[in-house]
T-cell receptor, first 118, second 114 residues
Framework: GAVVSQHPSRVICKSGTSVKIECRSLDFQATTMFWYRQFPKQSLMLMATSNEGSKATYEQGVEKDKFLINHASLTLSTLTVTSAHPEDSSFYIC??????????????FGNGTRLTVT | AQTVTQSQPEMSVQEAETVTLSCTYDTSESDYYLFWYKQPPSRQMILVIRQEAYKQQNATENRFSVNFQKAAKSFSLKISDSQLGDAAMYFC???????????WGLGTSLAVNP
């Protein structure tokens, strides 16, 4: 089955630094990548949608200059949290749709990244 | 606006028993997709079952089945012969036909008691 590898699984960084999270599609071409944020015991909040080679589309209320998303290839998308602050601490999950996937096909999820900003 | 409601924040079931998780949604569309995802403590999102709105037959995957009531906009998940490994957060999700974005419910935390 389609696998999305998300790294790192956990990261701790100091306030003011930037952190990059990578999602790689290992055996398929990810034409669309969705980036989610999840607070403890809460649902997934869609942050942005990116299509390969295009600028990401951000959801209302999500700062695009703070959460930089790059989807330059069909196998790699990155989310960079710039100038991280403690309130950015959260669980971030990527999910991908593959080229040619039928509309009823499920998304392929990464394992998530636990970000802690100290 | 399309919304998904899971009215049960927490549920519990005895091992080997049956439990039903509720999900309702609001949409003006006639064709769409519905999904149930499971998120165990590992946080990996796992697809449990999916349903196409144009199909009247309820989807079934082994011990998991749905009761899809299109007119009532209800999409409940039934777990039969519950196992300890079924303990997880369960999310109901809706997807319009021509849009790839999922709309998520807030989730139901299921505990399975031995």
């Amino acid at each position: 089955g389609a696998v999305v590898s998300q790294h790192p699984s956990r990261v701790i960084c100091k306030s003011g630094t930037s952190v990059k999270i990578e999602c790689r599609s290992l055996d398929f071409q990810a034409t669309t990548m969705f980036w989610y944020r999840q607070f403890p015991k809460q649902s997934l909040m869609l942050m942005a949608t990116s299509n390969e080679g295009s600028k990401a589309t951000y959801e209302q209320g999500v700062e695009k200059d703070k959460f930089l998303i790059n989807h330059a290839s069909l196998t790699l998308s990155t989310l960079t949290v710039t100038s991280a602050h403690p309130e950015d601490s959260s669980f971030y999950i990527c999910s991908a749709r593959g080229r040619g996937d039928p509309y009823n096909s499920p998304l392929h999820f990464g394992n998530g990244t636990r970000l802690t900003v100290t | 606006a399309q919304t998904v409601t899971q009215s049960q924040p927490e549920m519990s079931v005895q091992e080997a028993e049956t439990v039903t998780l509720s999900c309702t949604y609001d949409t003006s569309e006639s064709d769409y997709y519905l999904f149930w995802y499971k998120q165990p403590p590992s946080r990996q999102m796992i697809l449990v079952i999916r349903q196409e709105a144009y199909k009247q037959q309820n989807a079934t995957e082994n011990r998991f089945s749905v009761n899809f009531q299109k007119a009532a906009k209800s999409f409940s998940l039934k777990i039969s012969d519950s196992q300890l490994g079924d303990a997880a957060m369960y999310f109901c999700a809706y997807r319009p036909l021509n849009n790839r974005k999922l709309i998520w419910g807030l989730g139901t935390s299921l505990a399975v008691n031995p």
